[in-house]
């Protein structure tokens, strides 16, 4: 596992141990930081089901200016944390040990971008989007990339909410997603 390009590129980062925790391959990885990349300069990110933090470490090291690491799972974070150390990114990080619903009142600005790749078995996608919409913590037209099982996972986009594009690639696909505020004015 390795962080592919930017200011970490090529360093090495610690796999998970357990078999529930999947990392993103570098095909994958490398796809959607493509399809991100005007939007990642200076973003506030959210690498929610953060696993082992590759995707939130390749996006502070594309330049991200803040990412915050939520994950339920104690070995998750603690391997977040010792990953960002590697790559001596403590002070762009901000490991959240909570749920990713509780992960909203625990974040004090508006979000940018949100990385989701959560278990393939997890099919809460809808009902996510809609608690971010309600909690009010995404920055008009932040990007949400949600990574799941192809063919399998899907789900209804709330109002606010337009799919950019999915992508293949292999067993993955990958959605973007962009959130835009409706206001009185834009109807």
């Known amino acids: ?57 390749e996006a502070i090291s594309r330049g991200a200016a803040r990412v915050y690491f939520c994950d339920l799972s104690p070995e998750s974070i603690a391997l977040v944390k010792k990953n960002v150390a590697a790559v001596r990114a403590e002070d762009r990080a901000v490991p959240l040990l ?19 790749d959560a278990p393939y078995d997890l099919c809460e996608y809808a009902d996510i989007l809609s608690a ?6 995404l920055a008009d037209g932040a990007l949400i990339v949600i990574e799941r099982e192809r063919g399998k996972g899907r789900y209804a986009l709330p109002i606010a909410f337009e799919l950019l594009k999915t992508r293949h690639y292999g067993n993955t696909e990958v959605d973007v997603i962009r959130f835009e505020i409706i206001s009185l004015e834009k109807i």
């Open 98 to 116: 909570c749920g990713w619903r509780q992960s909203f009142a625990r974040i004090h600005e508006k979000i940018d971008i949100v990385l989701i």
């Open 132 to 137: 971010f919409a309600a909690a009010e913590i």
């Open 1 to 57: 596992m390795r962080v592919i390009a930017g200011e970490f590129g090529g360093r090495r980062l610690t796999p998970p141990k357990s078999e529930g925790v999947r990392p993103t391959t570098d095909r994958v990885k490398e796809a959607i930081f493509s399809m991100l990349a005007p939007d990642l300069p200076d973003a506030v990110c959210l690498d929610l089901f953060a696993g082992s933090g590759g995707l939130g470490i």
